[in-house]
């Protein structure tokens, strides 16, 4: 592990290869005619590259509208570092940056600038993962100071219906038809100039406001698929009815809580709907929100813990394959993320994440149908793959007081965040 070799960071951004450009709007394409995506532009006369390209995060699908919506414009797309597995110079060669999640990497900036120099689009996905419900995920603040410091154009590329089709809960292609892109102009080099970085924050946040199951709703999108409620408990764990956490599980149709027995059927609309009694939340974010009105209590009130449970940890220190540490203990409370693991070797080793130094954290579920679901922490040189044990434990808890903590910290520190920043 010592001498294992890590991820070059530093490499330039490859301006993607010519011979390659006509592979990346051949693979997106099947997608996009399938699910017949709108592609709707605002204020993009005479916008030609480079300029960065804000998208927001639902799906694989996300990547393949973005490459039909610029094309054909070179770009270069920020993906984690385990998009590159078995394949780096593949996605060196198609334009791809690597970027460790929830790090600060001023490396990144280096190769964003790159790209700008190039006069290519630099494409960020500033949520950083799939969106848990279909909602927006919290932005870094960063952002503001980035688009201002470029002085290019900040263009958004919003897409609606990609979550409801493939939710991060559940991929299986619900067939949604047709989904839509709004690609639009969001700021001109004269008014970042002219614009706080507060202010472009602002315009960023309200521009990313999204709720897939809303559009759905509104545009009465059924989706027919028996078991489109499969995997909805890993983001649904508490239940509304008896408040008991880690209860939660789901079937077909149905969402269950094993601990007071009560169900909810999921509509074709991608409504909730109690079987018996009170429907405490139709809306599926709404339940979610209150989860995190919940896990915001227990921080404001210092009880937030995980315990101690004991983990499962496989490391990627670069894109060759996972490298399996070992087991250990990993700990979430009020001052730290902490991770101790044992190697083969007998040697102990730790990662530490303390609460100022993490906005959020990145969690998977089912990851790789290996071990089960995880939340990976980062370094600028590592990536540890964390697999609780049990059944005692929810990742999206964790994510959530991840963020609620962060806040929190803030608020005592007289520096609140802004709405939707982090």
């Known amino acids: 592990m010592d001498n294992v070799k890590r991820f070059d960071m530093s490499i330039p951004p490859t301006r993607t290869k010519w011979y390659l450009r006509p592979l990346t709007i051949l693979i997106s394409l099947p997608s996009v005619l399938a699910h017949k995506s709108k592609i709707v532009k605002t204020g993009m006369e005479g916008i030609k590259p480079p300029f960065i390209l804000l998208c927001n995060h639902n799906a694989f699908l996300d990547f393949k509208v973005a490459t039909k919506a610029i094309w054909p414009s070179r770009a270069n797309y920020v993906v984690a570092i385990d998009g590159f597995i078995g ?55 960063s952002l503001g100071k980035m688009c201002k410091m470029f002085g290019v154009p900040v263009v958004t590329l919003i897409c609606h219906g990609h979550h409801v089709n493939s939710p991060f809960w559940n991929l299986h292609d619900r067939g949604v038809a047709p989904t839509e892109a709004e690609l639009s102009l969001l ?86 709907s109690a079987d018996t009694g009170e429907t405490e939340f139709s809306h599926i974010p709404d339940w979610y929100e209150w989860e995190r009105q919940n896990v915001r209590k227990e921080v404001e009130s210092g009880t937030y813990s995980s315990g101690e449970l004991e983990v499962h940890v496989n490391s990627l220190p670069n894109a060759d394959r996972f490298i399996d540490i070992g087991t250990g203990t990993l700990t979430h409370d009020m001052e730290v993320f902490k991770v101790r693991v044992t190697d083969k070797d007998g040697k102990v080793r730790e990662m530490t994440k303390t609460v100022p130094s993490l906005y ?34 929810s990742v999206t808890k964790m994510a959530l007081a991840t963020e609620e903590l962060f806040a929190n910290y803030r608020n005592k520190a007289g520096k609140p965040c802004r709405p939707g920043l982090m």
Not at 87 to 115: A, P, Q, Y
Not at 367 to 375: A, E, N, R, S
């Open 87 to 141: 394949r780096e110079k593949l996605l060196r060669d198609v334009g791809c940056i690597c970027k460790r999640k929830f790090t600060s990497d001023l490396t990144l900036i280096k190769n964003l600038w790159k790209t700008i120099k190039n006069k290519d689009i630099a494409i960020i996905y500033p949520e950083a993962r799939y969106s848990l419900c279909g909602t927006t995920a919290v932005l870094p603040e």
């Open 360 to 393: 959020s954290c990145h969690i998977e579920y089912e990851y790789l149908g290996k071990y089960g679901d995880c939340v990976d922490l980062n370094t600028l040189e590592d990536t540890w793959y964390i697999y609780p044990h049990g059944d005692k434990f």
């Open 187 to 272: 700021f001109t080099p004269e008014q970042l100039k002219s614009l706080s970085v507060d202010d472009i924050n602002d315009g960023i946040v309200e521009r990313f406001q999204y709720d897939d199951f809303a559009w759905q709703k509104e545009r009465k999108i059924r989706t027919k698929y028996e078991g489109r409620a499969e995997g909805l408990h890993k983001v649904l764990y508490q239940c509304p009815s008896c408040k008991t956490e880690f209860s939660m599980t789901s079937k077909g149709t149905k969402l269950i809580c094993n601990s007071c027995k009560k169900t909810w059927t999921m509509s074709e609309l991608g409504e909730l």
